[in-house]
């Protein structure tokens, strides 16, 4: 039965993945503006999304095929300077796990984005709602289709919330003759439709700089002061950089954070990831990523080595394979092979 179940549900569920992309002009790597998609004539609304599903053999767990992520983007810009985003998520929608059974127990819906924006100028707009939050360049631009891994670096979800409910000030501006893009934000942890697996933020505000670098290169800086909901005395500063460079198909990028805890330093955590990109091919791309990462509570820090394989179907529909091994890793951060078909619409 469960050699049965496997080969029927991987393709069905990658034969709805697929079905649901639509082919754009080509392109080396695709942009991650997500505000676009299908525009609905007359009506200044547009709509689009992702579909993810993975394949994975974890170490010390049985095979799992899971339709990982499903999410809408509905957006909204008419004549004047308001706009609308949304993001809705379905996370792990169907699960399959050896030895064949099917579980959606787990599955989340939540608005991963709902915000207005107010474009005043290139210089200053204005946010209101839920965003995601401004910590280095992975999370700004995390949907499966527009990054090379399957895995997550850990310091990219794991040291903060990933999204924040309140108000922003952003804009573009000029300095040393290059473009600085800011954004200052602050949250009163009220959240909108939030997701149950993620300790939300209490209250937080930030600051986020990205610098345009000679040749090719972006370097980031990012600052957070929040306390979350879990436990709400316990007020948390984070400091954080990240550096992207890209050129000629070829990618490098890292990111490093800090976070400090009001509690002392045992509840401190900080971590790093490297990660390069490589072309093989026209299409094929290879990936390696280390990264460490020291979680409040535990010592020594866990390292992961990641090596992997992108290819890319369509400039908006990937798949991507690679394996993971881990030292020193007891919190139990995902190793072994994982895979996934993420496609964007």
Same mark, same amino acid.
């Given at each position: 039965?469960?050699?049965?179940? /496997?080969?029927?549900?991987?393709?069905?569920?990658?034969?709805?993945?697929?079905? %649901?992309? %639509?082919?754009?002009?080509?392109?080396?790597?695709?942009?991650?503006?997500?505000?676009?998609?299908?525009?609905?004539?007359?009506?200044? /609304?547009?709509?689009?999304?992702?579909?993810?599903?993975?394949?994975?053999?974890?170490?010390?767990?049985?095979?799992?095929?899971?339709?990982?992520?499903?999410?809408?983007?509905?957006?909204?810009?008419?004549?004047?300077?308001?706009?609308?985003?949304?993001?809705?998520?379905?996370?792990?929608?169907?699960?399959?796990?050896?030895?064949?059974?099917?579980?959606?127990?787990?599955?989340?819906?939540?608005?991963?984005?709902?915000?207005?924006?107010?474009?005043?100028?290139?210089?200053?707009?204005?946010?209101?709602?839920?965003?995601?939050?401004?910590?280095?360049?992975?999370?700004?631009?995390?949907?499966?289709?527009?990054?090379?891994?399957?895995?997550?670096?850990?310091?990219?979800?794991?040291?903060?919330?990933?999204?924040?409910?309140?108000?922003?000030?952003?804009?573009?501006?000029?300095?040393?003759?290059?473009?600085?893009?800011?954004?200052?934000?602050?949250?009163?942890?009220?959240?909108?439709?939030?997701?149950?697996?993620?300790?939300?933020?209490?209250?937080?505000?930030?600051?986020?700089?990205?610098?345009?670098?000679?040749?090719?290169?972006?370097?980031?800086?990012?600052?957070?002061?929040?306390?979350?909901?879990?436990?709400?005395?316990?007020?948390?500063?984070? /400091?954080?950089?990240?550096?992207?460079?890209?050129?000629?198909?070829?990618?490098?990028?890292?990111?490093?954070?800090?976070?400090?805890?009001?509690?002392?330093?045992?509840?401190?955590?900080?971590?790093?990831?490297?990660?390069?990109?490589?072309?093989?091919?026209?299409?094929?791309?290879?990936?390696?990523?280390?990264?460490? /990462?020291?979680?409040?509570?535990?010592?020594?820090?866990?390292?992961?080595?990641?090596?992997?394989?992108?290819?890319?179907?369509?400039?908006?529909?990937?798949?991507?394979?690679?394996?993971?091994?881990?030292?020193?890793?007891?919190?139990?951060?995902?190793?072994?092979?994982?895979?996934?078909?993420?496609?964007?619409?």
């Amino acid at each position: 039965m469960r050699h049965r179940v /496997f080969p029927a549900a991987f393709i069905v569920s990658v034969a709805l993945t697929l079905g %649901s992309g %639509s082919v754009r002009a080509a392109q080396p790597v695709p942009s991650p503006q997500l505000e676009r998609g299908w525009q609905l004539p007359g009506t200044g /609304f547009t709509l689009g999304g992702y579909a993810t599903e993975n394949f994975t053999v974890k170490k010390n767990r049985p095979w799992e095929l899971s339709t990982e992520d499903l999410s809408l983007f509905i957006g909204w810009e008419g004549t004047g300077k308001l706009k609308f985003f949304s993001e809705l998520s379905l996370e792990d929608a169907l699960v399959f796990r050896q030895p064949g059974t099917l579980t959606t127990s787990h599955r989340s819906l939540a608005f991963e984005r709902a915000y207005f924006d107010y474009a005043q100028s290139e210089r200053l707009n204005f946010r209101l709602g839920k965003f995601l939050t401004p910590v280095g360049h992975w999370n700004l631009i995390h949907a499966d289709p527009l990054v090379w891994t399957t895995s997550r670096p850990l310091i990219t979800n794991r040291p903060f919330p990933t999204y924040a409910t309140g108000a922003m000030i952003y804009g573009t501006r000029t300095a040393f003759g290059k473009e600085l893009d800011y954004s200052m934000y602050a949250s009163s942890g009220q959240e909108i439709r939030g997701n149950s697996n993620q300790d939300t933020f209490d209250s937080a505000y930030g600051l986020h700089l990205t610098y345009a670098m000679p040749r090719s290169g972006q370097l980031g800086f990012s600052y957070v002061n929040f306390t979350q909901k879990s436990d709400a005395a316990n007020r948390q500063s984070l /400091f954080g950089v990240d550096y992207l460079w890209s050129r000629n198909r070829y990618e490098l990028s890292g990111e490093a954070i800090y976070r400090v805890s009001s509690r002392g330093r045992a509840w401190d955590e900080k971590g790093v990831f490297v990660q390069a990109v490589v072309p093989l091919s026209g299409r094929l791309y290879g990936v390696g990523r280390y990264e460490y /990462f020291r979680q409040a509570g535990s010592s020594p820090g866990v390292s992961l080595w990641v090596a992997g394989l992108a290819f890319r179907i369509t400039p908006t529909s990937v798949v991507k394979a690679e394996f993971v091994h881990g030292v020193n890793n007891q919190i139990n951060a995902p190793e072994g092979f994982l895979s996934s078909i993420s496609v964007l619409f």
